[in-house]
Structure formats: C-alpha cells, structure tokens
C-alpha cells in the first residue's frame, strides 16, 4: 500500500493516545488524530473541544470547534468559560493537542503574526484561540506539524503558545503548572525533548534519512543515539483515514 507521509504522521500521533485520557482536541491534523485513535485502540479516549463540547462521540469528523456533529449523544454542552475553568485551569486535562504555522527548537508555537511587528506583520494568522491556555495547562501536550524550514524555525516572529523554555527561563521558572510539550510528530520523522528542553529526533519514517530530515529544518537538530526507523501503519488504519475520517482529503 502506498502510504503518504501526512497519513503515517496521524497514525503516529494517534498512537500517542491512550485509552480514557483527557484530551483537548484542536481542530486540524489532531482533530484527525484524535478521532482515529478513538476509533481504534483508544475507544474511550475523552474528547474535549474548546467550544463547550465535553465527552463528544461525532458520527463524522467534525470540521470546526462548532460543529453540530460535536453535540449528538456527548456528555455535556458548557459554556467556553466552563471548558477552561472548570475543566483546563483546574489540571483536568491530560492531553492537550495542538499545531503552528511556526515552531522553534523550545516547543513555542506560533498561531498568531508573522513577519514585520506585531502591529503591522507580513502575515496575520488566526491567532491563540485557546491554544496558549492549552500549552500552559494540560499535564501535557502533543504537537503534529509538517517539517518545513518556514514553521521548524530558529525563532518564532511571535511565542502564542509556550513550550519547554522561551529565552532563558524554563516553564517552572515561568509559572506554568503542565509539562508542556514532550513530542513533536511531524511527517517525516518524530522528536522528543532532551535534557537542554531542545527538539532530539527519536524516529525517523521508512525511507528518510538524517540528512532529509535536517535539510527542512531552519535550525540544528538533535539527533539521538538509539534513533529508529518506524514500521508502516496497520493497513485498516490507512482505510479509516481515506474511507471514513477524511474522505475528502481536507486534513490529509
């Protein structure tokens, strides 16, 4: 089966996910992950999205934080306040999910300008959402993003979301109570997070070398010692992607 990298990057991720945690979902890519994982090994993984759904079992993938998809049979509607002071800020989330349009070596995200100053930026992205609160509290947080030079950057025009460590000061050091990130899965390779808080490649998928993968990297990459190769997904997994999850292709 010919399996493209952006399937083999959600099979991994959703991987990561366990059966009954506590997952903030985001929208795109680990909105995918998510629900593959739930459809598979992960049957009883609680799904949370930002918009007041709690508990949620969609019939379909849904395509936004307000999708009516997202209300059918879930445990509770709440209010957005709810959802993040009731469930996030009290450390009631095991997981939380998230993506970039940049990332640098620490885990910071950025969702929201690039380019030029914050006021007057070549590009103006969708900003936090609840991304920022997500990345501070969550007892941790998976993040899957393509590995390109132009998100995998030395320094993020703009920190949305903080990582491991933003400057000189540690999460500790800055008062944030969750573990921040501990893996980026992207579709050529996956990183973990030594003991510096920096990216170090763990995995690499069949056919990539170390080199292709610090080719599309805008910074010097950290490369372990016991690095491996991962073994292609399970063939049902490719089908539940392409037949029900995103038959269409908006995510993949």
């Known amino acids: 089966m010919d399996i493209k990298p952006s ?9 990561e996910l366990a ?10 890519l680990p909105n995918v992950a998510c629900n593959l994982a739930k459809e598979t090994h992960a049957p009883e993984l609680f799904m949370i999205y930002e918009s ?7 019939e379909r993938l849904p395509v936004s934080i307000g999708d009516p998809a997202l209300v059918t049979d879930s ?3 709440c209010s957005v306040a709810d959802i993040f002071q009731c469930y996030l800020q009290r450390g009631n989330i095991s997981v939380g999910f998230l993506s970039g349009a940049q990332i640098d070596r620490y885990g910071n995200l950025n969702t929201t300008a690039i380019g030029g100053d914050y006021s007057n930026p070549k590009v103006r992205l969708p900003g936090s959402g609840g991304a920022c609160e997500i990345a501070i509290h969550s007892k941790k947080v998976f993040i899957i993003m393509r590995l390109n030079d132009r998100a995998f950057v030395e320094k993020c025009d703009f920190i949305t979301s903080v990582g491991r460590k933003v400057g000189e000061q540690t999460r500790s050091q800055l008062g944030c ?18 003991d510096q808080e920096e990216m170090i490649v763990t995995e690499l998928f069949p056919g990539v070398s170390k080199e292709q993968v610090q080719a599309k990297c805008g910074f010097k990459l950290n490369f ?5 190769e991962l073994k292609d997904p399970p063939e049902g997994h490719i089908r539940l992607l392409r037949d029900k999850l995103d038959p269409k292709g908006m995510y993949i």
């Not at 009954?20 to 795109?28: C, D, L, M, N, R």
């Not at 007041?52 to 969609?58: D, E, I, M, Q």
């Open 7 to 15: 399937e083999r990057m959600v099979c991994r991720a959703a991987e």
């Open 19 to 28: 059966n009954k945690e506590v997952v903030f979902v985001g929208i795109g």
């Open 52 to 58: 007041g759904a709690v508990g949620t079992l969609p």
């Open 75 to 77: 445990a509770s509607i």
């Open 177 to 194: 109570p969750g573990a921040g990130p501990v893996k980026v899965i992207t579709d050529m390779c996956v990183m973990d997070f030594n």
């Open 224 to 228: 372990s010692d016991k690095l491996k």
